[in-house]
């Protein structure tokens, strides 16, 4: 099965940098997904790691450890529209085709002036 | 706008009852997979289709089914709806093939409510 642990809520200041981390536990690997969602809207897809490193998507970085399993979303100069929450999601090695996601429970940011 | 469409925006019925949900992916994407969104809960798989065909099923309860017709839309089946059904599903949808990081797009979800 597959474990996935974030904190539930972060505070950060405008034009801060944070960072909000990702521990896993699955019985195989085959990529990392960051997604932002918004009270009530769908979640929107921010980055994806399959190797270990950081890939970096201008304001929003995101690295990976497959052997910690650890991940990390890392949001610079935040704004007050970054108050969402952020989702963690790992897709496990499956059979052919099966290319389902599982969740973590999510990081709530509020961003304050 | 992500490209995937779900209908309604909004449901509410009442225990016992059955519900429809309705999911176009994106144009040209293949697979559709449904997910259930509860206060207490993260996003839980509940099934997936590939071309038309089954391919994973996740925490899919047995009043639950879907299908993926010719035109690649799906629809999630309800049934005996409960309290506890009230939640946000959601659609995502992608292209899965080699060299494809397979990256799942979602719909703007049903809120379903059960009264």
């Known amino acids: 099965g597959q474990n996935i642990d974030q904190p539930t809520e972060m505070t950060a200041t405008e034009g801060a940098i944070v960072q909000i981390n990702c521990t896993y536990q699955?019985?195989?690997?085959?990529?990392l997904f960051w997604y932002q969602q918004h009270a009530g809207e769908a979640p929107t897809f921010l980055s994806y790691n399959v190797l270990d490193g950081l890939e970096e998507k201008g304001r929003f970085s995101s690295f990976l450890s497959r052997s910690k399993g650890y991940s990390y979303l890392l949001l610079k100069e935040l704004q007050m529209k970054d108050s969402a929450s952020y989702l963690c999601?790992?897709?496990?090695?499956?059979?052919?085709?099966?290319?389902?996601?599982?969740f973590g429970k999510g990081t709530k940011l509020s961003v304050i002036p | 706008d992500s490209g995937v469409t779900q209908t309604p925006k909004h449901l509410i019925t009442a225990t016992g009852q059955r519900v429809t949900l309705r999911c176009s992916p994106r144009?040209?994407?293949?697979?559709v997979y449904w997910y259930q969104q509860s206060l207490d809960q993260g996003l839980q798989f509940l099934i997936q289709y590939y071309n038309g065909e089954e391919r994973a099923k996740g925490n899919i309860l047995e009043r639950f089914s879907a299908q993926q017709f010719p035109d690649l839309h799906s629809e999630l089946n309800l049934s005996s709806l409960e309290l506890g059904d009230s939640a946000l599903y959601f659609c995502?949808?992608?292209?899965?093939?080699?060299?494809?990081?397979?990256?799942?797009?979602f719909g703007p979800g049903t809120r379903l409510t059960v009264l």
């Open positions: 144009s040209g994407d293949l697979s």
């Open positions: 995502a949808s992608s292209v899965p093939g080699r060299g494809s990081t397979d990256t799942q797009y």
């Open positions: 999601a790992v897709r496990p090695r499956s059979g052919a085709g099966s290319y389902q996601l599982t």
């Open positions: 699955t019985s195989g690997f085959n990529g």
